[in-house]
Nanobody, 115 residues
Framework: QVQLVESGGGLVQPGGSLRLSCVAS????????MGWYRQAPTKERELVAT???????DYADSVKGRFTISRDNAKNTVYLQMNSLKPEDTAVYYC?????????WGQGTQVTVSS
């Protein structure tokens, strides 16, 4: 059974940093495109960042220059380093694994940016 387990969320002050992790129990993890999405209250889920099997990355305009996505295939883990956090980054952050017709989601981790 495929599981994606996120961790690393929490409460942080504006300007602070957090690193999210997502461990995936997926065989052939390295072929999957991994992504982070987020959903704020009353808003739709939106893409934050993705990283392909070839380590090509893509980011939402709102996080470019502040967030960095990376992966460690030996650990079946994808990371999201979030710096210079803003109150508008507050959301539940979800990990996603995508390959051909297969798509899996984690349960989400809450990130709250507030003073």
């Amino acid at each position: 059974q495929v599981q994606l387990v996120e961790s690393g969320g929490g409460l942080v002050q504006p300007g602070g940093s957090l690193r999210l992790s997502c461990v995936a129990s997926i065989s052939s993890f390295s072929v999957y495109t991994m992504g982070w999405y987020r959903q704020a209250p009353t808003k739709e889920r939106e893409l934050v960042a993705t990283i392909t099997s070839g380590r090509i990355t893509d980011y939402a305009d709102s996080v470019k220059g502040r967030f960095t996505i990376s992966r460690d295939n030996a650990k079946n883990t994808v990371y999201l380093q979030m710096n210079s956090l803003k109150p508008e980054d507050t959301a539940v952050y979800y990990c996603n694994a995508n390959w051909v017709w297969r798509a899996y989601w984690g349960q989400g981790t809450q990130v709250t940016v507030s003073s």
